[in-house]
Structure formats: C-alpha cells, structure tokens
C-alpha cells in the first residue's frame, strides 16, 4: 500500500471550513484514499473514502487531484467535537490491514 | 444497527499472565480486523480474520493469536504478558471484499503491571 504524509498539526477556528491536506504520491491505480479519525483513546471513526471522483457525506467532503497524488479532506463547518487526530490512507490489495500514518492533530479552537 | 462492541473496556493484568479480548462485529459482517495502538508506535496491525480463517497477519510475535466463531464474533488471546504489551487493542468488522470500509469499535485498554 501507498506511503501517505500529512501535516503534524493544525489548528482551526469553530465555525470554519478546516482542509486537511494528505500526499499519496505513490498511489497505483487500484488504491482508494480513505479519512478516519480518532478522538482520545476512542476507537478510530470512518469519515469517507474515495477513489478518483470529488466524494461528500454528512460529515466531510473528499477533494482527489486529477493525477490522485494528494488529497484534500474538508470539514465544511468545524465544531469542538471535530479535535481529534485525522488519518488519511490508502488501500490496496491487502485484505484487513489498514496502514496508519501519524495523522494530522486538528484543534478547534472557540 | 449496532455498531462493532469490545469487551472488556479496560484490564488490568500482571507480566506472565495471558488475557483474552473479545469482539462482536456489525451484524453481517464477516471479517474481523485486530490493532494495537500505543504511544509510541501508533495503530498496528495484528491480523484478519474472515470466514473463521486466518487471512492476514502483521508483524506480532506468537504470543499474539486470534481466532473467529462461525458467528464473526473474533477473540485474541496475548500469552506470558510483558509490560510492553500495555496498550488500546482495537477491533474493526466490514463485509466482505476487499475495499470495504472497516468500521472500529471502541477498544479494549490493557494494562501490564
């Protein structure tokens, strides 16, 4: 499975859209770029996944670059609950084994 | 639906003993995936299980062994304990294939004195 690298942290202000950016340049074409989160000491949360097209859900929205070397996940309208750390991966052929990064830290501040 | 349970949520155990962790996937969901989060080495992958069978394996020592029940429902068992196996132990369930999302459930927190 591809290598994904992502900022360490970032902050953002309640109320704002928050972008979290994900580098996967090395993504083959069968790969899909999945978003978890994981507020402290929960279990992580899926958010959304795509594979080449722009996806939405209630909770995010998925931004794929044409040639699907990076990605953006978006947080229309960040909340306090939305502190958490954000994973981004991405996955291949290998049956049950999701690879996690070190994610992005993401505080939203009042 | 109910989502992926754990059970227990936390354990306390002392070096040498052995523990075993249980997970109940989402109804219908037949394969059954095991982490460890610690501190240090973030989430890893212990192993998959689908269909009661092994099907993928991290890079965990012997000690570290699973198995699953003709009803998905998955156990791991962790033998002669070290305090290094101090840690979140996270079980996830999806359907069926291969790009299925895993969905977590909230975690077993085991911790060795």
């Known amino acids: 499975d591809a290598k994904t690298t992502q900022p360490p942290s970032m902050d953002c202000a309640e109320g704002r859209a928050a972008n979290l950016p994900c580098n996967h340049s090395?993504?083959?074409?069968?790969?899909?770029v999945y978003w978890y989160r994981q507020i402290h000491s929960q279990g992580p949360q899926y958010i959304i996944h795509?594979?080449?097209n722009n996806e939405t859900n209630e909770m995010a929205s998925l931004i794929i670059t044409e040639d699907r070397k990076s990605s953006t996940l978006i947080l229309p309208h960040a909340t306090l609950r939305d502190t958490a750390v954000y994973y981004c991966?991405?996955?291949?052929?290998?049956?049950?084994?999701?690879?996690f990064g070190a994610g992005t830290q993401v505080v939203v501040t009042p | 639906k109910a989502g992926v349970t754990q059970t227990p949520r936390y354990l306390i155990k002392t070096r040498g003993q052995q523990v075993t962790l249980s997970c109940s996937p989402i109804?219908?969901?037949?394969?059954v995936s095991w982490y460890q989060q610690t501190p240090g080495q973030g989430l890893q992958f212990l192993f998959e299980?689908?269909?009661?069978?092994?099907?993928n394996k991290g890079n965990f020592p012997g000690r570290f062994s699973g198995r699953q029940f003709s009803n998905s429902r998955s156990e791991m068992n962790v033998s002669t304990l070290e305090l290094g196996d101090s840690a979140l132990y996270l079980c996830?369930?999806?359907?069926?294939?291969?790009?299925?999302?895993?969905?977590f459930g909230p975690g077993t927190r085991l911790t060795v004195l």
């Open positions: 996830a369930s999806s359907l069926r294939t291969l790009t299925d999302t895993q969905y």
């Open positions: 090395t993504i083959s074409g069968n790969e899909y």
């Open positions: 795509g594979l080449k």
């Open positions: 991966i991405v996955r291949g052929d290998s049956w049950g084994k999701l690879q």
């Open positions: 109804s219908g969901h037949r394969s």
């Open positions: 299980y689908f269909s009661e069978t092994q099907r």
